[in-house]
């Protein structure tokens, strides 16, 4: 079963953390993609393309570039490179996160043993050291479980993500939505039918860790979400109720002082 890897990347990367990626989504799997799509997400600093060279090397003419000239962002990104991809499986990475040395293999046999759409895994977080993970992102395994739990957070990990291109194309890809893109196209996946499974293990490591605190809270993070909310409940994932107790909750989680949001953050990672 042939797959695709698709990452994007633009000019704040670190050009040592791509190079662990590229590392991690090569060198070291058991199952490698058959080919690697690469989004240049407007101009790169000269250190990254000089990264991308030595690995340019490495895959040959299975490294395959998507040339954006001005930054557009992630979610259009990626809707320019899932049309470059040649294959229906294609697997998702971030440019500065790890990938576990038999994610690939593991999720391709979900593929061929269980009817579904999207198969993503746990996660652990880290904030310097790989080794040093600070928590996990564990999300629910079974179709019925994660609808359930969508209904109130993020229930694929989107660094982990593989998925059916059609399905993706099918439910409209990556739309606009501030802060919330990923979220937004399961919730949609969802409501056409499309199959859901989480591998309960990580099986990527993510830089991460309590530096979420800083980028998902204060108000307009709050606004964003409450936008968000308000989309669900128009396209009917929501009830009025569900709607009315995620915005009080996640509302106030995103403006409590960031010791408290800490604090909550380290309990759901427990």
């Given at each position: 079963?042939?797959?695709?890897l698709?990452?994007?990347?633009?000019?704040n990367?670190?050009?040592e953390?791509?190079d662990?990626c590229?590392k991690?989504?090569w060198s070291?799997?058991t199952l490698?993609?058959?080919?690697?799509?690469?989004?240049?997400?407007?101009?790169l600093?000269?250190e990254?393309?000089?990264s991308?060279?030595?690995w340019?090397k490495?895959?040959?003419?299975?490294f395959?570039?998507?040339?954006?000239?001005?930054n557009?962002?992630l979610?259009h990104?990626?809707?320019?490179g899932l049309e470059?991809?040649n294959?229906e499986?294609v697997?998702?990475m971030?440019?500065?996160?790890?990938?576990?040395?038999?994610?690939f293999e593991?999720q391709i046999?979900?593929?061929?043993?269980?009817?579904?759409?999207?198969?993503g895994?746990?996660?652990?977080?880290f904030?310097?050291d790989?080794?040093n993970?600070?928590s996990?992102?564990?999300t629910?395994?079974t179709h019925?479980?994660i609808?359930?739990f969508?209904?109130?957070?993020?229930?694929?990990?989107?660094?982990s993500?593989?998925?059916k291109?059609?399905?993706v194309?099918?439910s409209g890809g990556y739309?606009?939505?501030?802060g919330f893109q990923?979220y937004?196209l399961?919730?949609r996946?969802i409501?056409?039918?499309?199959?859901?499974y989480?591998i309960?293990?990580p099986?990527?490591?993510?830089?991460?860790?309590?530096s979420?605190?800083e980028?998902?809270?204060?108000m307009k993070y709050?606004v964003e979400?409450?936008n968000?909310?308000?989309?669900?409940?128009?396209?009917g994932?929501?009830?009025i109720?569900?709607?009315?107790?995620?915005v009080l909750?996640?509302?106030a989680s995103?403006?409590?002082?960031?010791?408290?949001?800490?604090q909550i953050y380290?309990?759901?990672?427990?």
């Amino acid at each position: 079963m042939k797959f695709s890897l698709l990452i994007s990347i633009y000019y704040n990367v670190i050009p040592e953390y791509f190079d662990r990626c590229m590392k991690s989504i090569w060198s070291e799997q058991t199952l490698k993609p058959n080919e690697v799509v690469l989004v240049h997400d407007g101009k790169l600093t000269d250190e990254l393309y000089a990264s991308i060279d030595k690995w340019n090397k490495e895959l040959g003419n299975l490294f395959k570039h998507v040339i954006i000239e001005k930054n557009v962002g992630l979610g259009h990104a990626l809707n320019i490179g899932l049309e470059n991809c040649n294959y229906e499986m294609v697997a998702r990475m971030d440019p500065d996160d790890i990938s576990l040395p038999y994610r690939f293999e593991r999720q391709i046999e979900v593929f061929k043993q269980c009817d579904v759409d999207i198969c993503g895994s746990w996660i652990g977080e880290f904030d310097k050291d790989e080794n040093n993970i600070v928590s996990y992102r564990k999300t629910p395994q079974t179709h019925e479980k994660i609808v359930s739990f969508a209904k109130k957070r993020n229930p694929i990990n989107h660094p982990s993500v593989m998925y059916k291109k059609s399905m993706v194309n099918n439910s409209g890809g990556y739309n606009k939505m501030a802060g919330f893109q990923d979220y937004y196209l399961w919730c949609r996946m969802i409501l056409e039918g499309a199959k859901f499974y989480n591998i309960p293990e990580p099986l990527v490591r993510m830089r991460a860790g309590y530096s979420q605190i800083e980028r998902r809270s204060g108000m307009k993070y709050a606004v964003e979400e409450i936008n968000f909310q308000r989309e669900l409940y128009r396209l009917g994932f929501l009830n009025i109720f569900e709607f009315a107790a995620n915005v009080l909750i996640r509302f106030a989680s995103r403006v409590f002082p960031k010791k408290i949001i800490k604090q909550i953050y380290k309990r759901l990672r427990e």
